[in-house]
């Protein structure tokens, strides 16, 4: 987009016309919409189900498929929508499936079984990743937080084997330290007192508070969950089940970094996508922003949607984050009807072909649109 064509786009108008999309919407937003979450839930129950079901038998990839499916879920299909709100104020939906009671207390691992907490998760996610998009404050802005890879000395090849490996493990080296980081720093700005020091090293270490917080409130809580207690329950079955489920658990927790990491990243990033160097400074400046700053994969079915987490709609999710998932398939033709009107890009592509436009922006091969040099 050229830097006349964003300047020229009517910011009053495109705010309407979206308000007008989303009260549309809200009209239509009723008990199937609740119904539609209860059965992506049972999906990808059932995937939990059928992969420990067959974990324990022997070391298997359709085992570790089907577990890892069914922790995507949670987080992306489950977790992700109920933690913005998008089902707390329909009628037919439980206290457990709202934002109030969802993962709180006792039910941290019933509802989020996963390395982060939830309210770092909230805080990180749906505050400053959705309220800052493209920011450099944004957390998720791939081209600012991976500057050390771009300007590296490394060979290219090297940077790009780098990523491959990251994104095996990515939720636990970066998801969860910086999901603590930012909840600590927010609550000490809302208690009033000096905010710790936050270093690389002290993210880890037992000795900073930092530290101490991603130990005790994820790491060993997880790795206690996922892979000591549930492994366990196989006991009665013999050792080499527990060893098998051990050993499918952690191909499963590979796999879903893997997959969150094919269908998160590229949401944002890649040579045709924008990132911004000052606030947003009107309601509709900011809706162009979640427009230009987000993309697209193919959308359209239930199942198609269930792989890619119901993220194949980031464009939507983004100018409606409290949005139930349901809705999404009904209002992305209308923006994108929108974008062709006001001449907006609405990058809608393969997931892979976004991929290789984000690990090139990651390793420094290409950089990301700004509005001043576009």
Known sequence: ??????????????????????????????????????RMERWGKLCSILGYGTAWIFPNPISALLISQGNFTRWTQVAHPI????????????????????????????????????GGWHYEHDALHHYKLGEI??????????????QSKLPLWQRYALLALFSGIWKLLYYTPRTHKELQLIDAKHQGTQPPEMTRLGAWSVFTPQGR?????????????????????????????????????????????????????????????????EKATSKGE??????????????????????????????????????????????????????EKHQIPYIQQSVFKRLLKTVDVMVGKTSMLRPHLS
């Open 286 to 339: 900011f809706y162009l922003r979640q427009i230009l700053g987000s993309v697209n994969y193919p959308t359209g079915s239930n199942l198609n949607d269930f792989f890619y987490g119901w993220l194949n709609y980031q464009i939507e999710h983004h100018l409606w984050p409290d949005m139930p998932l349901s809705q999404y398939q009904k209002v992305q033709p209308l923006v994108k009807a929108l974008c």
């Open 137 to 150: 404050y944004d957390p998720n802005n791939a081209q600012h937080n991976m500057e050390w890879l771009r």
């Open 213 to 277: 917080a991603l130990w005790f409130q994820s790491i060993l809580p997880y790795v206690g969950y996922r892979f000591v207690l549930l492994p366990l329950l196989f006991l009665p079955l013999g050792s080499f089940a527990v060893m098998s489920v051990l050993i499918n658990s952690i191909f499963a927790e590979i796999l879903t970094n893997m997959h969150s990491f094919l269908v998160m990243m590229p949401n944002h990033a890649g040579d045709d996508v924008m990132m911004f160097d």
């Open 83 to 118: 933690i913005h709100r998008a089902y707390d104020k329909m009628d037919c939906a439980d206290l457990n499936h709202t934002s109030k009671h969802f993962g709180k207390g006792w039910r941290r691992f019933l509802d989020w079984p996963d390395w982060m907490t939830l």
């Open 1 to 38: 987009m050229s830097l006349h064509s964003y300047k020229s786009v009517d910011r009053k108008q495109l705010a309407k016309d979206i308000n007008e999309i989303h009260q549309q919407a809200l009209a239509n937003t009723g008990v199937d919409d609740f119904t539609h979450l209860t």
